[in-house]
């Protein structure tokens, strides 16, 4: 017999029920037989077995004996590839089904072929996720879990091939790593958790960073750590980084540091941690990350690092391959052809989202294409920096479609694609009579985005409208002289020139946000009989367009609300801070809206973009305005604008109400100085 039929009382059988990972991989495949076989059969097994004898690495062998399906592999991980590609292949559950919401279609019965399944061909050896900012998933739960929802995230990466995780930041990180090792993942680090230990300020709070001052007890913490996964799958990261992802020497004023001392610093922390590692787990694989402050080190000569040591080096933060940004300093120092010195492995660490509080993405897409990220990503393997890739995934859902074809690239057969073969492909998840329009939407949308710079990856994300108008509202407010955290974008001259230069970059990108955000809106209402697909639409592109259509129209009001304060005309910068609030919100009533009952308020702790918080300084810049522009009842602009003549005239009370609410003042004056007030 070469094919084995799968019934809905199929049951799958652990071979080795103290393996973790065989427990969950059990536990996948049964309830996805359960969600999509309907037909009742014969007794049968699909037994899920570790055997050395098998194919090498995490490959699987499935076999067919009679009434019972083997899926063998060497490795936990394998079994579990194999138990994915039968739901995948032959119960036909999406790999994105989770995120995408992708229900499968129901089936009498599953058949499966002696030698139908293999693990693909991977060119990429260590391929996962860095799931960082991770701060809408931290606060967000599914079936009243949030141990589900990351259950789902690693189920997710193993369906699109991963075998390793970062999963989470700090606490969570520390957290999740042992649920994301009983899934089969390899786990790795945080570049600024070395080893994966614990801050040394959160385990000595009251004592100084100081690794000059304290190194016996920064050892005590690296090797707690070490014994800690000592007997899992690690990737284990060496280095070397201050108190909250920054230079050590900012918390450190025992000496001077010289670019010498930092490096001899540096140097030897890290030769000291791999030593440690190694003499606990000698086979243990070890990366360090070309990042920050150590890009410039190595270029230096001034990095030592031992010789079988995997180089971890990163794009700037929006997919390009060069140094990021630091502050107002952009050197774009190439990395694809730094020079290789010590022969040594290297992979990368590839942002899909980001957060730096400038322009980066964090609540919507990479303002650059997939294509982009393609043509990046194929040349990264040209100059064999590609055994290790881990994306910044950022909090998952919002970025799906730039994981997908990341995760397609790892394979050996993987080529360079187009905007148009991607979107051809991505539009499947839609009904088939909507596929022209949404894909033309896709391609339309990546044109959208502000380009803040000359080179081509410099185009603007979601925090560039929200950190911007949170800076001018402080900025105004204090009365500075200059947009100072705006060097970066508009260096060395007076505020008013500033905020015109932003004004001008944002004004050929306004119509084509509005148009963008009226064309998904029409499509969203048109496909409303198809509930299932409109509301993936609606969670994976119109929020996105909503938050850089309303987001724009925010930022160029409150551009106009500080332009008219600096010229004295305090009421119409009221008027145009209330615009911009209402714009703001327009978003949190868009995130209301939402469709989809799972996935409502999945963005609510959008603490990096921060919609509500820059509403709220909205709303203080109005009652600012106000303080400076009516009088101290707070009644004056009402008297002169509101009421007829003769009343504001010879009335004979100071007022006869309570001051009106500024949103209901704005509202009103706009209604009746709308001659005069263009927004």
Excluded at 144 to 160: A, F, G, H, P, Q
Excluded at 269 to 286: D, G, H, S, T
Excluded at 369 to 385: G, I, N, Q, T
Excluded at 416 to 428: G, H, M, P, S
Aim: proline share 3%; hydrophobic share 40%; net charge negative.
């Amino acid at each position: 017999m070469t094919t084995f039929t799968i019934f809905k009382n199929t049951k799958v059988v652990n071979q080795h029920p103290d393996n973790l990972v065989l427990i969950n991989a059990m536990k996948l495949l049964q309830r996805d037989i359960t969600k999509v076989i309907t037909e009742t059969g014969p007794a049968r097994e699909i037994r899920l077995i570790i055997d050395n004898n098998s194919l090498s690495g995490d490959s699987f062998d499935i076999k067919v004996l009679s009434n019972i399906l083997e899926i063998r592999s060497q490795t936990p991980l394998g079994v579990m590839y194999g138990v994915l590609s039968i739901s995948r292949e032959v119960l036909g559950i999406d790999d994105l089904w989770y995120f995408l919401d992708v229900a499968p279609k129901q089936k009498t019965v599953g058949k499966v072929s002696q030698n139908q399944l293999h693990l693909p061909d991977y060119h990429v050896k260590y391929r996962g996720w860095f799931v960082n900012d991770e701060v809408m998933i931290s606060n967000w739960r599914d079936r009243d879990s949030n141990r589900y929802v990351w259950e789902r995230i690693y189920e997710t990466l193993l369906r699109l091939g991963g075998n390793v995780i970062i999963a989470g930041t700090d606490k969570n990180s520390n957290k999740n790593r042992k649920s994301a090792s009983e899934f089969g993942l390899i786990t790795a680090h945080h570049h600024a958790e070395p080893l994966g230990a614990k801050m040394f300020a959160r385990v000595y709070p009251d004592l100084e960073a100081s690794y000059v001052k304290y190194p016996e007890l920064f050892k005590e913490i690296w090797q707690a750590s070490i014994e800690e996964q000592k007997n899992s799958q690690v990737i284990w990261s060496l280095g070397f980084r201050g108190q909250g992802d920054r230079p050590f020497w900012v918390d450190d004023d025992s000496r001077e540091w010289t670019e010498e001392a930092k490096a001899d610093v540096i140097n030897s922390v890290i030769q000291l941690q791999y030593n440690m590692v190694k003499e606990v787990v000698p086979e243990a694989v070890c990366a360090i990350n070309i990042y920050g402050e150590l890009t410039q080190m190595f270029h230096q000569n001034l990095l030592k690092l031992p010789k079988d040591v995997l180089e971890i080096w990163a794009d700037n933060g929006y997919g390009k391959m060069v140094s990021r940004r630091q502050e107002g300093q952009d050197l774009r120092t190439p990395v694809l052809s730094a020079e290789n010195t010590l022969g040594n492995p290297r992979g990368i660490y590839y942002h899909v989202a980001f957060h730096d509080l400038q322009a980066s993405n964090f609540l919507a897409k990479l303002p650059n294409s997939p294509a982009f990220v393609s043509h990046e990503l194929e040349a990264v393997r040209k100059v064999d920096m590609d055994t290790f890739v881990i994306t910044n995934t950022g909090n998952v859902k919002p970025h799906i479609l730039f994981l997908k074809e990341v995760a397609l690239s790892w394979l050996t057969s993987y080529k360079e694609r187009t905007n148009e073969e991607i979107f051809e492909d991505y539009v499947k998840y839609y009904p088939e009579e909507y596929h022209t329009e949404i894909k033309n939407l896709y391609l339309s949308f990546f044109d959208c985005f502000i380009q803040y710079g000359k080179y081509e990856d410099q185009k603007a994300g979601d925090e560039f409208y929200t950190y911007t108008i949170r800076k001018i509202i402080q900025s105004l407010i204090k009365r500075d002289s200059s947009l100072e955290a705006m060097n970066w974008l508009v260096e060395g001259s007076e505020i008013s020139n500033q905020l015109l230069e932003i004004k001008e970059t944002i004004q050929p990108k306004l119509k084509s946000w509005k148009q963008q955000y009226e064309f998904v809106r029409n499509l969203y209402q048109k496909m409303d009989s198809h509930n299932q697909a409109a509301s993936r639409l609606y969670n994976d592109l119109l929020l996105d367009i909503a938050v850089h259509h309303y987001g724009i129209q925010a930022l160029k009001s409150t551009i106009l609300a500080a332009e008219d304060v600096l010229n004295g005309q305090i009421l119409h910068g009221f008027l145009q801070a209330f615009e911009a609030k209402e714009a703001i919100n327009h978003i949190l009533e868009v995130r209301q809206q939402n469709p989809s009952k799972k996935w409502h308020d999945f963005y609510d702790n959008d603490v990096f973009t921060n919609v509500s918080l820059t509403k709220r300084m909205l709303a203080s810049l109005m009652q600012y305005l106000r303080f400076l522009g009516d009088n101290h009842e707070q009644y004056q602009w009402e008297r002169e604008f509101l009421m007829e003549k003769g009343d504001s005239v010879v009335m004979l009370l100071s007022n006869t109400h309570n001051a009106l609410p500024d949103d209901y003042l704005a509202e009103k004056l706009l209604y009746l100085l709308d001659d005069d007030f263009v927004v």
